[in-house]
């Protein structure tokens, strides 16, 4: 029973339990499991959807691509200022990873999801995960870091998994930019021990984590965290994390 609401639905109770507000002209709640009939149907059919005062609903579609994630890996070159770069697949995805980590440049740019995609996949770029692999991450040193923009767009990237202990685990090692941006993107998996673990980032050195959540448990030796594991000058605007962060020294849930 939250707030009068009496259900064996943890899902409905949630929703009882976050706070209702209202500006006047809308009712909204700041994050809402969407158990509409007419909700968009999202990997796992329930997911957390935006509202929050001066929330402005994107466009469809919002980005015009410059050229796919493929291209700009086969280029091998730096991305340009000012380009947008779409994801639309796990392999995809891990081109970034890999493009990042060979220290290629992404300030300036734009890197955008397509749909939803899962780690786990059949696609031969990562048919290792089969064999016990893991999901490295993008950017795993201070160096070679994410510095652009990435917009998940509202869709939801599940199966994140770590078959064996990685540096830096995360969806993203880490982020060191002011202007690097991670924004608008679900994310569902399991993170193992590292000296520092997170489900969004695992080190927020500099830029900004906003409208993200994070579902599955975060272990990490020296510091666990749902959404970011260390935090050192950064921002985390908006996020909510379903989980449990567990750490020997330092636990937080974002």
Sequence with gaps: NVGGVKSEDLTVLLNAWVDTHDTGDVIYRSWLFDLSEGCVEKTGGRYPTHRYPNYVSQEDPKYKATSSMTTLYEM???????????????EELGFLAEYVNRGRNTKGATFFLTC?????TKDAHYKGFYTGESWVPIGTSSANSF????DGQGFVITEVLFGQKE?????????????????????TGNVPDGETSGGIVCELIEG????????????????????????????????VYFGTATSRDYAGGI
């Design 76 to 90: 091998d070159a730096d991305a340009e200022r000012g380009a947008f770069y779409s994801i639309s697949t796990a």
């Design 116 to 120: 939803d995609m899962s780690i786990i």
């Design 167 to 187: 540096d830096a685990p995360g969806l993203f090692g880490y982020l060191n930019d002011n202007d690097a941006i991670i924004k608008n993107i679900g994310v």
């Design 147 to 150: 510095r652009g923009v990435f």
């Design 208 to 239: 900004t984590i906003s409208n993200c959540w994070y579902s599955g448990n975060v272990y990490g030796d020296d510091y666990a965290g749902g959404i970011a594991g260390r935090v050192r000058d950064g921002n985390i605007e908006n996020c």
